[in-house]
């Protein structure tokens, strides 16, 4: 198995705010400061000034060794839950965290005919 990080992100529990890495070297502060993320997709690194001050928000998926990893558009999903490259019904789903994903609360999908995930690029927060 390998674990797949979908999206890097985390909350400050001084100021509340919640920042997210979205590539490798995107290191994001949040506005007191007192918390950063970094690594996107390749690696979670947090920068602390209190390692109790804050809350991992990540979203991981863990697929077998021989899937690949793919990025599709949300807009190209059919929601009869099919598969939006090769149209088969042999999929899963990953649902996100309904309190910080606007409209369809979906990170992405597992397509076990392609032996891809997709994940969505066009995912929306709030
Ligand atoms: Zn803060
Ligand atoms: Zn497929």
Redesign the pocket.
Known sequence: MKSIIVINRAR??????IIKSLSVHDLK???????AVDGGNCYIRRVVENENN?IDLNEIINIENEYKVDRVNLGQLDFKEKCCICNSIDVHLYKGDGKYIEGYDILGYICHACKCLYIFNDIKFK
């Open positions: 400050c529990n001084n100021c509340n705010e502060w949040c506005k007191c400061h007192q918390l804050y």
